[in-house]
Nanobody
Framework: QVQVVESGGGLVQPGGSLRLSCAAS????????VGWYRQAPGKERELVAR???????NYADSVKGRFTISRDNAKNTVYLQLNSLKPEDTAVYYC?????????WGQGTQVTVSS
């Protein structure tokens, strides 16, 4: 199974920025599509960004133009740059393969956007 560690979350004001990191064991992220998911209280876990093994990216409409996903295969790490943050971005953010694997969720990292 894949072991992942998400980091980089925190408390920021609206309009602020954060950079999230997802470090994975082995070379799985270099061989598979990888996504960032988020889950807010009372809501379903949703995919917000994905990146393929060859670098193509896709974003949910709610974050397009504000978030940027990237990957560093040498470090087996995937990043999510969050800019122009809004209160509705508040959630726990997770990384996983796309489609996700049940046994590959990490603990997630909390992003809170509040004034």
């Amino acid at each position: 199974q894949v072991q992942v560690v998400e980091s980089g979350g925190g408390l920021v004001q609206p309009g602020g920025s954060l950079r999230l990191s997802c470090a994975a064991s082995g070379g799985i992220f270099s061989r598979n599509h990888v996504g960032w998911y988020r889950q807010a209280p009372g809501k379903e876990r949703e995919l917000v960004a994905r990146i393929s093994s060859y670098g193509t990216v896709n974003y949910a409409d709610s974050v397009k133009g504000r978030f940027t996903i990237s990957r560093d295969n040498a470090k087996n790490t995937v990043y999510l740059q969050l800019n122009s943050l809004k209160p509705e971005d508040t959630a726990v953010y997770y990384c996983n393969q796309v489609p996700f694997r049940i046994d590959s969720w990490g603990q997630g990292t909390q992003v809170t956007v509040s004034s």
